[in-house]
């Protein structure tokens, strides 16, 4: 079973690492972001309290980081590391959320990534990466991913993965100050026995080292 010392947790396959997010990974956390703002923008969280705010940085780490410790949340972020190479590139963000343990075994995916690297591969491999792991070393049933209609590039991505499409969900999140419509979409453990990492590679669009 989880608990505090099962994290943090790192995945890597071939150039790609999903690492935990840290208090000092402020300043290129927020260097990229203020980069793709405009790219980002219609696909932000907002909070419907008019009088309400989002978290701040450290605010945010603070509480995933908790969250990760009680088993309900793996809060990485995406970095890109060339074989050979002590540097790591960030280029996005991935949290596995709302864990649920018990009956249910099931879990929520979100996940951004750098217009920079967009369209490379690297938004479907690191899904496929944190599902396995949910599946294969958690122990997981479900995983579910939530996409506005409009959102083609995120679309694309649970389409390669082939991800089921489970309908539309009317007014779903806040997003971009209003609510907003949602597909959902999910993979139950037995779909995929051979997991979602093994065959996206051996498909050869997958980042390579």
Request: with cysteine; charged share 20%.
């Amino acid at each position: 079973m989880w608990s505090a010392t099962s994290w943090p947790v790192s995945l890597r396959t071939g150039p790609l690492v999903l690492r935990p997010i840290r208090h000092r990974d402020k300043a290129a956390w927020t260097a990229l972001r203020h980069r793709n703002a405009r790219w980002l923008a219609p696909w932000e969280a907002s909070n419907p309290d008019p009088e309400g705010f989002l978290p701040t940085y450290h605010q945010m780490v603070r509480s995933l980081t908790s969250q990760a410790r009680a088993g309900s949340a793996l809060p990485f972020l995406i970095t890109e590391q060339p074989a050979g190479s002590r540097d790591a590139r960030l280029v996005g963000q991935l949290t596995v959320s709302g864990i649920t343990w018990g009956s249910a075994m099931t879990a929520t995916l979100g996940y951004w990534v750098d217009a920079e690297r967009a369209g490379r591969g690297i938004a479907p491999t690191a899904v496929a990466l944190a599902t396995d792991f949910c599946f294969g070393e958690l122990g997981l049933h479900r995983m579910e991913i939530n996409i506005r209609p409009e959102n083609q590039a995120s679309l694309r991505v649970v389409e390669k993965l082939r991800f089921r499409d489970e309908g539309l969900r009317p007014r779903y999140l806040h997003i971009a100050g209003q609510w907003a419509d949602h597909r959902s979409f999910a993979l139950t453990a037995e779909e995929v026995p051979r997991g979602l990492l093994e065959p996206w590679l051996e498909s050869g669009r997958a980042p390579r080292g």
